[in-house]
DNA sequence: GTGAAAGCGCTAACAG
DNA sequence: CTGTTAGCGCTTTCAC
């Protein structure tokens, strides 16, 4: 494919305007430094043959983009159905948009995929990259470093290997954890359950970390793995209750896991909070408040963590390279 | 932002293995036409420099980017929640894949991203784009035309002064409808009631005719509006029930809505499919398989479609720019 | 303030 | 086969 009709060159608007392509140049970005009646003249020229800069000639000198690649390392399937990420996305895309930057939004599913993504960084399309390494046994982010371009991470990476260098925003996955532990402890309750996130994740390591802060060498049978989905919750919380039916409280490794959690409590006829206290993680307002009862949870904010990745990146490499973890705060509704 | 380290240039390898920097191009692109030893040379350097061809240098000569551009006019919230959205996305992300092309995701969420997509759809980033043009009054597809990149609409646009020559694919929805409904009047059912999508969506306007292709001028007091959600499809059929109490069938507009109007009907005590039929449209099989009944409902392969854009679109303006309308299919299941 | 000239890094004829 | 030579369209010193 070849773009449709020859597009207008500066030369063609230089000659149009009757100056030179310096001065076209001038005034297409931004006109300092050129008299009133002559800018005047070059922008009707420009209007008239609808010129636009050819990026590509404009990037190979200024060596600029002005846009920023978002790389998820996931099937579109899972990317898609992530509220955890539309949120994030959306953080990232305000505040690009605030800098004119473009966000370009790379998805990769397989092996394949890989290798193009690592092209395109490369090649000098993007002035830097937004990493979602969702995985500890990614091979992604390893790839994206040999591209030496700016990067920053969403979430601790937890790549083998990982070098120190790397910038990463992040919740306080573990502080948050164990504000939320000690305020079931907190609550009079002794006997406090964990159902984990997915542990190939970094969150879900760090929470689970948390929640061990604070109960110590707890019995290993007070922990379930959960894997974030409701049904992972179900299912954890099925296998908490059959061995351990004296459980009073569970620190469940996000809201959905909680929520699926709630439903099985309800349906094995345990009152919440009374019977089990339940904390959740997240504060996704859709899942916590329609719960019932509504969930207490830990909050991290979400969009704003997408917000500073991007800040993080566009500021560039002046700053020390500095990761950013965002606090946690515990909020309280009815079912802790 | 500037890109980190300064990155080695063809003339670097050429220098490195003692040959013409046309030879390094050579090599890296396919390497035809070099005697191996040279070759072989060539490839060494390139590995020790950690070579990787400038794409904007490349693009400026080839008018070339090996990528596509996928626009949303949605914001994140809607598109990320949109499971039909996504199987679109997977097909057009394989079709592109096995053409070694990179898809380049575009959000735009309100006025100014507007212009930011457009100019960068003109600023040759690159070679065409495919565009979701979800609504009737979006202005984007307006501007896309003008960025004058090949384009293939996902979906028949609505947009007014919708000029002829647009490339679009899309199911066929009219044709579709008219076949579900017919099934219901060939089931003996005489009452059947449509339950719109929402209508600001050329998919649902393109049902609705489907509908009344059939039921010639039947009492609008059986057509309710709904919006393509569960939501919408409850309060569409308790309307209904409300006014039209004999209703003994139903064609949603698609699956989900399907869904919310079976919920309602169960709450009501109408049997399905004995007392009322009911049948879909896009046959989600998360959706639709898991209703009680199963769904009967008209299946759209929207994956292929995804896949067909992105090949009408590779192919380049050679044939002449033909949209695509797929047949669409009549599942049986349960309901109807 | 404005123009002339020199490249940015690469590919594509064209010679040899 | 390989090297030489022109640019692609734009920005940016540097003179005027």
Chains 1, 2 share one sequence.
């Not at 001038?26 to 050129?34: A, M, P």
């Not at 707890?218 to 351990?244: K, N, Q, S, V, Y």
């Not at 094995?268 to 959740?280: F, H, S």
Request: glycine share 10%; net charge neutral.
């Amino acid at each position: 494919m070849t773009g449709a009709a020859p597009r207008p060159t500066l030369e063609a608007v230089a000659a149009r305007a009757g100056v030179s392509r310096a001065t076209v140049s001038r005034v297409v970005n931004g006109g300092d430094g050129v008299r009133e009646p002559l800018a005047a003249r070059v922008r009707r020229a420009v209007e008239e043959l609808g010129y636009v800069p050819n990026q590509a000639a404009r990037s190979l000198v200024t060596r600029r983009h002005d846009a920023v690649a978002v790389v998820v390392a996931e099937p579109e399937s899972r990317v898609f159905a992530d509220p955890f990420f539309a949120l994030q996305l959306r953080g990232i895309s305000k505040e690009l948009a605030a800098h004119d930057n473009q966000l370009v939004l790379l998805l990769t599913e397989g092996r394949d995929d890989h290798a193009r993504v690592a092209r395109y960084l490369s090649g000098g399309h993007v002035d830097g990259a937004l990493v979602f390494s969702l995985h500890l046994d990614d091979p992604l982010p390893g790839l994206i470093q040999q591209a030496r371009i700016p990067t920053v991470f969403g979430g601790r990476p937890g790549w083998r290997g990982g070098r120190g260098d790397v910038v990463y925003v992040d919740s306080d996955n573990r502080g948050g954890a164990r504000e939320a532990v000690r305020h079931l402890v907190g609550l009079g309750r002794s006997r406090v359950a964990h159902i984990t996130g997915a542990l190939d994740q970094t969150s879900a390591v760090d929470r689970l970390d948390g929640y061990r802060d604070v109960t110590g060498d707890a019995d290993p049978r007070w922990i379930a793995e959960g894997d974030f989905t409701p049904g992972g919750g179900e299912w954890a919380m099925r296998a908490l209750l059959d061995r351990c039916p004296d459980v009073d409280a569970v620190f469940a490794a996000n809201d959905l896991t909680a929520a699926g959690a709630l439903r099985v409590l309800r349906e094995r006829g345990r009152r919440v909070p009374q019977d089990v206290a339940v904390i959740g993680f997240d504060d996704m307002l859709p899942v916590a408040e329609q719960t019932d009862p509504p969930l207490t949870t830990v909050r991290q904010d979400i969009e704003e963590m997408g917000r500073l990745m991007a800040r993080l990146l566009l500021r560039g490499p002046a700053a020390e390279p500095a990761s950013v973890v965002l606090p946690t705060t515990l909020v309280r509704r009815g079912s802790a």
